[in-house]
């Protein structure tokens, strides 16, 4: 029992630092799309103030919130 407790909490020490990996390179996706988009200024304004949400919530530590909103951001933009 031991065992197995040490194994996953060396399985989530591992896996949990990936998991905030993915908010940043979100981000860039983001900052690319942004300049490359054929949306309209008003899509363009959601899709900024989702991003800006995205991003407090990395900063915040709340990473699947911040990969929600920048994925939302993204898809806004057609990505």
């Keep these: ?3 197995l407790v040490i194994a996953v909490a060396a399985m989530l020490a591992v896996a949990t630092p990936s998991f905030a990996t993915v908010c940043p390179v979100l981000m860039t996706q983001f900052e ?3 300049k490359t988009t054929s949306a309209d200024d008003a899509t363009k304004a959601k899709a900024k103030t989702l991003y800006n949400r995205g991003k407090a919530d990395h900063a915040a530590g709340k990473h699947s919130d911040s ?3 920048l994925k939302a ?3 806004l933009l057609g990505k």
């Design 32 to 34: 690319k799309a942004l």
């Design 1 to 3: 029992m031991k065992r």
């Design 67 to 69: 990969e929600r909103n």
């Design 73 to 75: 951001a993204l898809k």
